[in-house]
């Protein structure tokens, strides 16, 4: 007997996956999507200073928000601590 599965388990699979993926992995595996160009601060001026709330970072954890099922703002902001811990950045509150 074959297991098959719906379009829609399918789906939800592979969005369970997704949730569980870091921002850093979330870029990696949607990046060719998103030209980086439109995510970097500008190379001078107001907008080129370097923050733990870039629009990188904004962009990823906001597109990660997406994915979850509650879309609350705690886990993301937990991905972005644990993102941040990692570098040795400043914790975000």
């Keep these: ?13 592979k969005a369970a996956l997704l949730k569980q993926k870091s921002l850093s992995q979330l870029g990696e595996c949607f990046g060719k999507f998103i030209p980086k160009i439109h995510l970097k601060p500008a190379s001078s001026g107001v907008l080129s200073r370097q923050r733990i709330f870039s629009k990188e970072n904004t962009f990823w954890d906001f597109f990660s928000q997406v994915l979850d099922a509650d879309g609350g703002c705690q886990e993301v902001v937990r991905k972005l601590q644990a993102f941040a811990a990692m570098r040795s950045k400043r914790l975000p509150s």
């Design 1 to 13: 007997m074959l297991n098959t599965c719906s379009a829609q388990q399918m789906l939800a699979s």
